[in-house]
């Protein structure tokens, strides 16, 4: 019994801990890399899907900057294209033009 108890604490020796270890890593190096790889791709996928909704961030902000152009320009565009608006600038550039009395007509084949 006395051997079997300095057999025991032989196993918990710094040596035989260090000689398990590598034993352990030998044993599942496969796993271990491969656990490894999977964590580094994780990583940077985060960080470029971050990368990623900062530049559409940007672009959306960016699409509505243009759609507020786009839509100050419509607005100014119709104005300046009604009837009494062109009537007006018409007579200020004294253009002997008026408005037709009869209405517009189709011609068909």
Not at 6 to 26: D, H, P, Q, Y
Not at 47 to 55: P, V
Not at 62 to 89: A, C, F, G, M, P
């Amino acid at each position: 019994m006395m051997e079997e108890n300095k057999k025991k604490t032989k196993k918990l020796s710094v040596k035989n801990a260090i000689n398990g270890l590598e034993g352990f890593v030998s044993k599942h190096l496969k796993l271990l890399v491969l656990i490894v790889g999977l964590t580094i791709i994780f990583i940077s996928n985060g960080y470029s899907c971050k990368k990623k909704l900062a530049e559409i961030e940007e672009l959306n902000a960016k699409l509505r900057d243009v759609k507020y152009e786009n839509q100050v320009l419509i607005t100014k565009w119709t104005s300046s294209s009604r009837h009494s608006q062109v009537k007006e600038l018409l007579e200020q550039k004294g253009m002997n033009l008026s408005s037709p009395t009869s209405p517009a007509f189709e011609i068909r084949k």
